[in-house]
């Protein structure tokens, strides 16, 4: 029995259907974006403390320079967000001795998803997540100043608390405009059918060039030359955006997960004593 061919427009339809529902229900970005890992990892002298979040609990990993630690409390608060692969308890405790002899406490957030944090990874929860930190560093330290640090993806979080909650400064390290890195960078070879749905789909939460314009706050930026990953014509449309003062270091030859060399460390501690002085 000859089976008659599937008239086109049923094709088309199919095809555009399938479409469709790929682009509007599968969490694309989310996938593409965030890598979370639940392993363990050592933390060194990092405290852990939970925060309640949607349901569930945000895993913060806490340390305190050696100054805080011998006056007894810290003078500045530094909330920490990092990359879509990483996380804050490798980072916290070796951290906390990065502020050129200042008494600081740091505070890393994991993402939803993301170690102890409770899942599921979702952009979409990036932003209130990040709020819900800010809220609760926020009640400890009372009037004592909060510079907001974040790197890679961190930065897109750390812009959309900047925009919302009254901050002391801002450091942005290797800022994505991501919205446009996925129109730009990856629109062409698909006719922008897939980049620009996509595009869409990130959450205007994390539109960090939408967010640089509305936030006024000091703020250092570190800037990678060779960054493979958020290119620097990508960053430059964050920091451009960006309608406060700011501090911008270059990095020569570094990629985007280069540490911070002697010459780039040196540069960063006299920033900071434009952004928060002694």
């Known amino acids: 029995m000859k089976i008659p061919p599937i008239p086109l427009r049923l094709r088309l339809a199919f ?4 479409y469709f ?4 229900l599968a969490p694309l970005p989310d996938r593409l974006i965030l890598f979370p890992t639940t392993n363990r990892i050592d933390a ?3 405290d852990r403390k939970a925060i309640s979040f949607q349901g569930g609990d945000l895993a913060i990993w806490t340390a305190r320079s050696a100054l805080a630690e011998q006056r007894g409390q810290p003078e500045i608060y530094v909330l920490r967000f990092y990359g879509n692969a990483d996380r804050a308890d490798r980072w916290v405790a070796a951290e906390a001795e990065m502020w050129n002899n200042r008494a600081v406490e740091v505070w890393g957030m994991n993402y939803p998803g993301f170690g102890g944090s409770t899942g599921p990874a979702r952009l979409a929860r990036l932003g209130p997540a990040a709020l819900a930190a800010f809220d609760a560093m926020e009640k400890n330290a009372g009037d004592r100043p909060i510079i907001v640090f974040g ?33 730009r960078q990856f629109g062409w070879w698909n006719l922008w059918l897939f980049a620009g ?9 994390l539109d960090s060039v939408a967010n640089a314009r509305a936030v006024h706050v000091p703020a250092i930026f570190l800037l990678a030359e ?25 990095l020569p030859g570094a990629g985007h997960n280069s540490p911070l060399d002697a010459a780039a460390l040196a540069n960063f501690h006299h920033a900071l004593d434009w952004l928060a002085p002694r």
């Open 151 to 183: 790197a890679s993806l961190g930065a897109t979080t750390a812009l959309h608390i900047a925009a919302h909650r009254k901050i002391a400064g801002l450091i942005l390290h290797n800022p994505p405009a991501l919205r446009q890195i996925i129109l």
């Open 226 to 250: 060779r960054d493979e990953v958020v290119a620097p014509k990508f960053q430059r449309l964050v920091v451009d955006a960006y309608a406060g003062e700011k501090r911008i270091i270059p």
């Open 197 to 205: 749905p996509m595009a869409q789909k990130i959450p205007a939460d």
């Open 21 to 24: 529902a790929l682009i509007t």
């Open 44 to 46: 060194g002298t990092a």
């Open 15 to 18: 095809w555009g259907i399938l």
